[in-house]
Structure formats: structure tokens, C-alpha cells
């Protein structure tokens, strides 16, 4: 069974930093593609950035391009969302996936239970 679990969320002022974590069991980090996800109050679901498997090629959503790292580490089985420049509508539940495949083009299958982050002004 896939277990994922994110964690390093919590209160920032806004232009801090924060770095969150993703650490999953249960398969070969290596073999999929990871994503990093959020979710606000009364919004859906939207994609903050993916890192394929092999390689580690990463592509962000507009809305966070330069200010945010997604990077992983296989033999620790983590994924990392390093957050700089935070604003207070970066404030959301950020949700870590594992995609079906090793490119960012698949769809995500596991998902966490999600850490909050809130950015005050």
C-alpha cells in the first residue's frame, strides 16, 4: 500500500520561506512523477508544480514560477516544495501526489493528507 504523508506547513509572514516535505512508502520513488498540489477555501484543486521521475525535469504553474524549488530525493523517498516570496494568496492545504506514471502528462493516483500553509499579511 502507497502511504504519503507532507508535512514542514505552517504560519509564515508575507515574503517568508517555507519548505515543505513529501515522504512516500510503499513503491520506487525513482519509477513516478511527483506533484505538488493546492487546494484554498471555496477553490479547486490547482497544480503548483510536478517533477518527473527519471531525470527530474520540473515544470511550475505560472503563479508561482520563480519563487518556488520542487526538487526530490529518491533514496530518501522524498519530495521537497522549497516557498519563497510567500504572498497571503499562496495560503492553501498543499496536497503531495504520486503520478500513475514517470511524466508529468499522467494523472495523479496517491495522494496525501495535505499541510496547510498561511501566509499573513
Known amino acids: 500500500q502507497v502511504k504519503v504523508v507532507e508535512s514542514g506547513g505552517g504560519l509564515v509572514q508575507d515574503g517568508g520561506s517555507l519548505r515543505l516535505s513529501c515522504t512516500v512508502d510503499?513503491?520506487?520513488?525513482?519509477?513516478?512523477?511527483m506533484g505538488w498540489f493546492r487546494q484554498a477555501p471555496g477553490e479547486e484543486r490547482e497544480r503548483v508544480s510536478c517533477?518527473?521521475?527519471?531525470?527530474?525535469?520540473?515544470d511550475y504553474a505560472d503563479f508561482v514560477q520563480g519563487r518556488f524549488t520542487i526538487s526530490r530525493d529518491n533514496v530518501k523517498k522524498t519530495v521537497f516544495l522549497q516557498m519563497n516570496s510567500l504572498k497571503p494568496t499562496d495560503t492553501a492545504m498543499y496536497y503531495c501526489?504520486?503520478?500513475?506514471?514517470?511524466?508529468?502528462?499522467?494523472?495523479?493516483?496517491?495522494w496525501g493528507q495535505g499541510t496547510q500553509v498561511t501566509v499573513s499579511s
Open positions: 517533477i518527473s521521475g527519471p531525470g527530474g525535469s520540473a
Open positions: 501526489a504520486v503520478y500513475r506514471g514517470s511524466w508529468c502528462s499522467s494523472q495523479p493516483q496517491n
Open positions: 510503499g513503491l520506487t520513488l525513482g519509477n513516478y512523477a
